[in-house]
């Protein structure tokens, strides 16, 4: 089967230069889990062929759920979510190059590993790497789509985001960061112990991840890699912020204004450079926002 034929109704639909930009890609994901592994798998049936991939994590049974291409010895083994989504990118395209980092991503790795590809894909948990990859993106001008899905304890809004940032809006610049779990993420045991003490916060909860299921993920996951493929073909400029309500059954395109002069936008255009990556200081409790 030549790779004519093999992506002959994808041309149909955005043309073989389209193709071409697709297949010329390197993409970045960080974070292989429920999110990231939709991300990789698509991509790489759309046709992309050099992955980086970044992500510490192995597969628990708890994962299983919902971590596209792991299985029950994948759990046994147990087996880095980067090898697994390898396995099964190559799978899928045999030929394609794919660099698992299986290491927890910061700032300093954002730059060894991510420096030279042409988008980055963050599928993560957590507020502090999110804003480490701003960052790293601002300084280097490649588009970062954040995704996020989230279900509120008592299931009244369950659904997901996906936030594009190109220079015109930005995760600092809309708010979409939380300036206190991210100052936590930089304390020590001691300082997090002292902050628990004036917050209230509690201990055994610190670590609770909420529900995820296969289904809204995947969702989430096409909307994102749906407006970095109607981007690199041509067909149209990716929407900044999408967000998914799957409670009421819809899409919407979010309108929210970035900040002014934001110095990670301004640094796309020039007229600045992004600030090191370091948390804002939190000036107390954060607000109860879903994600």
């Known amino acids: 089967m030549s790779a004519d034929d093999r992506y002959d109704r994808q041309v149909r639909f955005f043309g073989a230069e389209g193709q ?165 993420a930089q304390m020590t045991e001691e300082q997090r112990a002292a902050d628990d003490t004036i917050y209230g916060v509690h201990r055994e909860h610190l670590d609770e991840r909420g529900p995820s299921v296969v289904s809204l993920n995947g969702v989430v996951a096409s909307l994102a890699v749906t407006e970095w493929m109607v981007s690199v073909t041509g067909l149209r400029e990716p929407i900044r912020h999408v967000a998914y309500y799957a409670n009421q059954g819809g899409v919407r395109i979010v309108h929210d204004d970035p900040g002014p002069a934001c110095p990670f936008c301004t640094a796309w255009i020039g007229e600045s450079e992004p600030p090191t990556a370091r948390a804002p200081e939190s000036r107390g409790p954060s607000r109860d926002k879903p994600r």
């Open 20 to 184: 071409k930009k697709i297949t010329a890609s390197r993409v970045g994901i960080v974070g292989l889990g429920g999110l990231g592994s939709h991300v990789a798998q698509q991509l790489a049936y759309l046709g992309v062929l050099d992955f980086v991939l970044v992500d510490h994590d192995v597969a628990t049974k708890s994962n299983l759920n919902r971590l596209i291409g792991a299985t029950p010895d994948d759990v046994s083994a147990p087996r880095p979510k980067v090898e697994i989504a390898e396995r099964m990118i190559m799978a899928v395209q045999p030929d394609a190059k794919v660099t698992p980092v299986p290491e927890p991503v910061n700032v300093k790795l954002a730059e060894r590993v991510l420096s030279e590809v042409n988008v980055v894909f963050g599928c993560l948990d957590d507020d502090m790497p999110r804003y480490w990859l701003t960052t790293h993106c601002a300084h280097h001008q490649i588009p970062y789509f954040d995704l996020a899905s989230d279900i509120a304890d008592d299931a009244s809004t369950y659904g997901g985001r996906v936030i594009v940032a190109r220079g015109d809006g930005c995760l600092v610049c809309i708010s979409e960061l939380d300036p206190k779990a991210m100052a936590r």
